[in-house]
């Protein structure tokens, strides 16, 4: 199949949520810069500026894979649209070289400034998903142990269980408690757990529908530098 690339700018559009897709065409038609591809068939992305996709996806293209009918280009730069995004996976595709991501939520003008970024070879991520990314970055990590730790504390585990599971003394995992609330500003194991999973950092799925207002599949995933992040939160 041949196409007629008509503008500047030459954008396709497929993503796996068929109405999402449908809106964000509709969105983007009106500018005047963008030629618009919906969904073609087999499209050779040498011929695509920006690719506007889902999570799975625009990972595939990243990871130099093929997307269904698209084949792989360096050209191509990939926009995710998300109705969710958890810090753990931004970190993670960013990293992996997708060049931009906005919230299936952002307004309408967001949407278009990122796909013009992305065309001129500039990263976006939308205002919300920096500012978090950015808390993130600056927030002290934790150690391996204390990652241990919290993985059983959010599944409610109590701390001589966790010690036995892990062969250390009951008297460390409460260190190691006392760290992970501190570091998580969390008043509670609860809600250090509640925290962990909007982050990405453990999946618990009933805390992370409790807090969570983004997130994608956990085995999506890539990082940016935290200079780049906090250049793009501010």
């Not at 503008?7 to 618009?36: C, M, N, Q």
């Not at 969904?39 to 269904?68: E, F, K, N, P, Y």
């Amino acid at each position: 199949m041949t196409l007629e690339i008509p503008s500047r700018v030459t954008v396709l559009v497929r993503h796996d949520e068929p109405l999402l897709a449908k809106g964000i065409v509709a969105a983007l038609r009106a500018h005047a810069d963008f030629g618009l591809i919906e969904d073609a068939g087999w499209v050779d992305l040498a011929a695509i500026d920006v690719l506007v996709t889902d999570w799975r996806t625009g990972l595939r293209l990243a990871s130099g894979g093929g997307a269904g009918s698209c084949a792989p280009s360096p050209r191509t730069r990939v926009l995710i649209v998300a109705s969710q995004a958890r810090e753990h996976a931004v970190d993670a595709v960013l990293r992996q070289g997708v060049l931009g991501l906005v919230l299936a939520s952002c307004p309408v003008q967001e949407l278009v400034e990122a796909v013009s970024a992305l065309a001129d070879g500039r990263p976006y991520v939308c205002a919300d998903v920096a500012r978090r990314m950015a808390a993130h970055c600056a927030g002290e990590p934790l150690t391996a142990r204390e990652d241990d730790v919290l993985r059983l504390l959010a599944r409610g585990l109590c701390n001589k269980t966790i010690a036995r599971e892990l062969g250390i003394a009951v008297g460390t995992v409460k260190s190691h408690v006392k760290a992970i609330l501190s570091k998580l500003d969390a008043s509670s194991r609860t809600e250090a757990a509640s925290i962990a999973a909007e982050k990405g950092l453990v999946d618990v799925p009933e805390f992370r529908s409790r807090r969570a207002s983004w997130m994608p599949p956990a085995s999506e995933g890539f990082l940016p530098t935290r200079g780049a992040v906090h250049a793009m939160a501010a």
